[in-house]
């Protein structure tokens, strides 16, 4: 056969590789409840509950921004050498899976219950609750250090097949969604019933302890009964995956694995691109929501014709990577929602009804805030899926290159120069939010003109503003077309080769003349 007719053999060989489906319903369901288990809490208010309910000082809170930043550095990249070290009878990342699971939900049911065990009175003057609250994120950041790395490592290699990966990661996208939001929709709706109701403003007047008692109580039981639930959700997964790309036998060193990230170029500008992007400045909308437009749930509001939107925006993912580049696609879900973010700032500030200012309107603020969400929706699957995809494809890249897998170093490289600008920023976010005159103490709708103005603003403009230099090396991404297609036929060459060489070694093993 001449070496023109085996490279055919081989490329149709791939592309059969391409129409078999390696996950079954079973195991995909099983994706697709761990995918809600990342989600299924209540972490979108957790800056309120640190700042309202555990009243954590703000320069406390930056400090702790900053030794956690510290520690997540140095954690990743002992963590990233152990997982790639790994080898056992059950796979590289199925082990650490199971042990992650009841540790990690044993940690998030302790940090939400502080409250019942450390009090809320007082603010910066509670030594002890703050330094609780400092342990429990360091274990906390050990933790989802390690099954970031796992997940993602678990995924490149839960099938060979790159079309499978990408219905398998959009179908949990796309239905995970109906679940994973309904913690976070229920409980803006329970703090605006409590907030405003005639009753409890009362008592926050006549018995303001008895009051936040039962504000904190709401948070407590959120955030315990999402945790259980959410834990029962990623072990069942850890269970029933399984991994299906092979892996070298010979453990990479440290040395190897470093290197493999350093000559992976897609890698690289992504994590360019993410580093230039974490230098964006947010405060966060919730913040604003409650404390300026006194409406926790804004975010469930604005978002209904939205929510009809985004679940249609993965039906058209398959059309879009056929006919625009990755590049084109990545950049697109990248930046829109800066531009419509800047539409909302402009109606904030130049729109006045009945002598307030357009930010503190919800007659204003409902509509620009949905416009803006229903429009972002359109391209709510790209954004979810085209970078997801662009992560494992790197990692098959690095495979490419250097002749072995280094999901553990190659994803926490990416992450790691994003995470050291995220310390800075998140020391900082909290400092900033004290100068301008934020009150942790102050009750919801009561901060001062400067602290509402200052709330809209670092969640509108200022985000945009300092992120959008991450354009830029999205321009040179170029892992597409012909060469991807390169990549994946010689790659499945090289995996049927290490496959036999396997099947080769067990029949030796198990031999009649061994035994």
Request: proline content about 4%; charged content about 15%.
């Amino acid at each position: 056969m001449s070496a023109e007719n085996a490279a055919v053999s081989t490329t149709n060989e791939a592309q059969k590789t391409l129409n078999r489906r390696y996950v079954g319903t079973k195991e995909t369901f099983a994706y697709i409840l761990d995918d809600i288990a990342q989600s299924f809490n209540i972490g979108k208010y957790d800056d309120v509950f640190k700042m309202n309910i555990l009243k954590i000082d703000l320069v406390l809170q930056s400090v702790t921004n900053g030794v956690i930043g510290v520690w997540d550095i140095i954690n990743d990249m002992f963590l990233a050498a152990i997982v790639d070290k790994t080898r056992t009878r059950w796979g590289k990342f199925k082990p650490w899976l199971v042990v992650y699971a009841i540790p990690g939900v044993f940690l998030t049911v302790l940090y939400w219950a502080l409250p019942i065990f450390m009090g809320t009175q007082g603010i910066g003057s509670n030594i002890p609750r703050f330094a609780v609250y400092l342990v429990l994120q360091i274990f906390s950041n050990l933790a989802s250090s390690l099954i970031s790395i796992v997940r993602q490592g678990m995924t490149t290699t839960i099938t060979p097949n790159i079309v499978d990966r990408t219905r398998l990661i959009t179908q949990a996208n796309l239905l995970s969604g109906f679940v994973e939001k309904a913690p976070e929709i229920l409980m803006g709706l329970l703090i605006d019933i409590y907030i405003n109701s005639p009753k409890n403003q009362a008592l926050e007047i006549t018995n303001n302890t008895l009051y936040q008692a039962g504000y904190n109580k709401m948070f407590v039981l959120g955030g315990v009964i999402t945790a259980v639930v959410a834990g029962l959700f990623a072990l069942f997964y850890a269970f029933v995956a399984k991994e299906r790309v092979m892996q070298t036998v010979e453990r990479p060193s440290v040395f190897s694995g470093v290197k493999s990230v350093i000559t992976n170029k897609p890698l690289l500008l992504i994590t360019l691109s993410e580093f230039l992007g974490a230098f964006s400045l947010n405060s966060g909308t919730n913040l604003y929501y409650i404390n300026v437009l006194n409406l926790a749930s804004m975010s469930t509001i604005v978002g209904i014709p939205g929510a009809v939107v985004s679940p249609i925006s993965y039906s058209y993912v398959p059309w879009a990577r056929s006919k625009f580049s990755t590049k084109a696609l990545w950049i697109a879900g990248s930046h829109v929602d800066s531009v419509l973010m800047l539409g909302v700032f402009a109606a904030g500030e130049l729109i006045n009804v009945g002598g307030k200012k357009g930010y503190e309107n919800l007659a204003v603020m409902i509509p620009s805030f949905m416009l803006r969400e229903t429009i972002w929706m359109f391209f709510w699957g790209i954004r979810k899926v085209i970078p997801e995809e662009m992560r494992n494809e790197a990692i098959d890249y690095g495979e490419w290159k250097n002749g072995f897998r280094s999901e553990g170093m190659t994803g926490v490289a990416k992450g790691l120069v994003t995470k050291m600008v995220g310390t800075v920023k998140n020391f900082v976010q909290p400092l900033l939010l004290k100068q301008f005159g934020y009150n942790p103490n102050a009750t919801q709708g009561n901060q001062t003109v400067r602290a509402r103005h200052a709330l809209f603003w670092m969640c509108t403009l200022l985000p945009v503003v300092t992120g959008i230099l991450s354009i830029v090396p999205q321009l040179f991404y170029d892992l597409q077309g012909e060469k991807k297609d390169k990549m994946y036929a010689e790659l499945y060459e090289r995996r049927k080769l290490m496959q036999n060489d396997v099947d080769l070694a067990n029949e030796t093993i198990n031999a009649p003349e061994n035994n």
